[in-house]
């Protein structure tokens, strides 16, 4: 008979398909408390010595507000910041932003011309 401890390993995020992972990231990424705790969840892929996996990682703080800015399409450009390291920012929040909601959930952002 298996414990909790072990059935949660079995089950764990990290053994998820792909697209498992990203439809958990968007359903948190959708919560008030991820909103007010400045979180933005998604999906990466880690280069570990057994090979490739993917891993569900959080940007906090400032990123999370500036990636959930971007998916209204308000996100100015930060005073000082030279153009083309803004453009490398937003680069980079939209690649963070496209691996933290599903593929339909992305193509409604990206048809709104939100990103």
Same mark, same amino acid.
């Given at each position: 008979?298996?414990?909790?401890?072990?059935?949660?390993?079995?089950?764990?995020?990290?053994?998820?398909?792909?697209?498992?992972?990203?439809?958990?990231?968007?359903?948190?990424?959708?919560?008030?408390?991820?909103?007010?705790? #400045?979180?933005?969840?998604?999906?990466?892929?880690?280069?570990?010595?057994?090979?490739?996996?993917?891993?569900?990682?959080?940007? #906090?703080?400032?990123?999370?507000?500036?990636?959930?800015?971007?998916?209204?399409?308000? =996100?100015?450009?930060?005073?000082?910041?030279?153009?083309?390291?803004?453009?490398?920012?937003?680069?980079?929040?939209?690649?963070?932003?496209?691996?933290?909601?599903?593929?339909?959930?992305?193509?409604?952002?990206?048809?709104?011309? =939100?990103?």
């Amino acid at each position: 008979m298996s414990d909790a401890a072990d059935d949660w390993l079995a089950n764990a995020p990290g053994r998820w398909p792909f697209e498992d992972m990203l439809a958990w990231c968007e359903n948190n990424n959708s919560l008030p408390v991820s909103r007010e705790m #400045e979180r933005w969840y998604y999906v990466d892929t880690v280069d570990l010595p057994t090979g490739r996996t993917n891993e569900i990682k959080v940007l #906090e703080g400032v990123d999370a507000a500036a990636a959930r800015k971007l998916t209204r399409g308000e =996100l100015g450009d930060f005073a000082g910041w030279p153009e083309e390291r803004m453009k490398g920012y937003r680069s980079w929040l939209r690649s963070c932003i496209r691996r933290g909601v599903t593929n339909a959930r992305y193509a409604q952002m990206t048809q709104g011309g =939100l990103l």
